[in-house]
């Protein structure tokens, strides 16, 4: 399969090269050159079908044969070693929990996939990556425990110093190895500016390898498809319609549900769900698709004030307004309604939900609102333990931690401090 800039000006290549480089030269986004659509009786029969196998029907147009058959089913086998549960909390209202991973929330999927695909194609070669990303909090941790140990690999985590929660700093400083972490005095859109520069830096780029390990990376962001067929598989109901709501920050989870239905999962409606952070909701109430500077809340994963993945929806939807119109909804919430919204999923259905989620299922019953014969999902994006300073309040309890977090709660932070890109640039070079 080959795969193309959005921004048309570099050449088209591999699904390997577009691993590797992560952004095109030109800046732009990679997306693949064709999308077949899987047979209608595939998902008429997804029950018989393992999560492996369907993700493995799913992605393989996608890979080619850039890695044979058995290595790649071996690299789904080991990305999908946990469960992804639909839970239903209200009447044909579920909740898709995808917080089962190592790290305990979405990202890990997407990271395990690509730290292994890029393993793959480092496996013969001597040559050093240096993964390099910038993180506003769940990225760095599911990024570091996912290419931990991975050959050939050096991965530096960028992080704004006291803006990640303690569970996600922890995850992100105490891995040792390949993981490095930079504990930078400033802002996530400061560290998001460091990693850029060190992209267009040619005393970095001319002595290293850099790729970056957000959902730009088509290794990332094509392994969330999966998410969307394994919600169809569990659901009793097929006939009813479907609609998910995503909460959304980079759009790079509900681009890849608008893959899926390219690839022909019967979903009749999308729903954007957003914080403060309204340029989605503003473009789908005006057509104006205006980028602002980011607004920090609680659900702090979708403080995006220029979503990086549209681009990508908008050549789904043959950058028509109107076609694009017709599959998706968006709505922003504030952060009094996502507090509210916790209490009473707590209260009425003993469900918690993170404040990711909560926004997610606020969405949700907008959209259901006063429409009958929907049955809706709602992504729940992180476990509530990773947001536990702003989830125990609201429901007034303590969120016990998981074994994945007990693991790395005690263990001592590791990072190195730096105020500027000099810095940045020095401890790279060194
Ligand atoms: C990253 C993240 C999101 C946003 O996902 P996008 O693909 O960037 O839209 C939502 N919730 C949580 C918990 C996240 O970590």
Not at 37 to 60: C, G, R, V, W
Not at 170 to 186: C, D, F, M, R, S
Not at 210 to 217: E, G, K, R, V
Not at 226 to 254: M, R, V
Request: aromatic share 10%; hydrophobic share 40%; proline share 5%.
């Amino acid at each position: 399969m080959k795969f193309y800039s959005l921004n048309h000006k570099a050449p088209n290549i591999s699904f390997q090269k577009a691993v590797v480089n992560g952004i095109a030269p030109d800046r732009g986004l990679y997306f693949p050159e064709i999308i077949t659509p899987l047979p209608a009786n595939f998902y008429q029969n997804i029950e018989d079908y393992s999560n492996q196998e369907i993700a493995h029907e799913l992605i393989k147009q996608f890979v080619g044969d850039e890695i044979p058959e058995t290595d790649l089913k071996k690299i789904i086998e080991e990305t999908l070693s946990f469960d992804f549960p639909l839970i239903e909390i209200e009447k044909d209202v579920f909740s898709l929990e995808l917080f089962h991973g190592p790290t305990m929330a979405f990202k890990d999927v997407g990271a395990r996939f690509m730290a292994r695909c890029l393993s793959y194609f480092n496996k013969n070669k001597t040559n050093e990556l240096t993964v390099l990303v910038a993180t506003s909090g769940d990225t760095g941790g599911a990024v570091a425990s996912g290419f931990l140990g991975v050959k050939g690999v050096q991965v530096v985590i960028l992080y704004p110093s006291g803006k990640v929660s303690t569970v996600q700093e922890k995850q992100l400083t105490t891995l040792g190895k390949n993981i490095k972490a930079l504990e930078v005095t400033g802002t996530f859109d400061d560290c998001q500016d460091m990693v850029k520069t060190a992209f267009l830096d040619k005393e970095i780029t001319d002595k290293m390898q850099l790729t970056s390990a957000n959902s730009i990376n088509v290794a990332r962001w094509l392994p969330q498809m999966f998410y969307f067929a394994f919600a169809y598989k569990q659901l009793k109901n097929k006939e009813k319609n479907i609609i998910f709501s995503i909460p959304s920050g980079n759009y790079g989870n509900i681009c890849a549900g608008m893959m899926t239905k390219q690839l022909g999962l019967p979903i009749a409606h999308f729903v954007a769900a957003t914080n403060a952070n309204r340029v989605v909701p503003n473009y789908m109430e005006t057509g104006n698709y205006e980028p602002m500077k980011s607004i920090q809340t609680i659900s702090n994963a979708m403080d995006v004030g220029d979503p990086s993945n549209f681009i990508r929806i908008q050549k789904i939807y043959k950058n028509s307004f109107k076609v694009l119109k017709k599959d998706l909804s968006s709505y922003s919430f504030t952060d009094y309604e996502t507090r509210e919204a916790m209490l009473k999923i707590h209260n009425e259905s003993n469900y918690i939900a993170d404040p990711h989620g909560a926004v997610g299922y606020l969405g949700l019953k907008k959209y259901l609102n006063n429409r009958s014969n929907i049955q809706g999902i709602f992504l729940e994006t992180a476990h509530p333990v990773k947001f536990l300073d702003i989830v125990e309040p609201v429901i007034n309890k303590t969120i016990e931690f998981p074994p994945q977090i007990m693991q790395v709660i005690d263990k001592k932070k590791v990072a190195l401090s730096i105020d500027n890109y000099e810095q940045l640039k020095e401890f790279l070079l060194k």
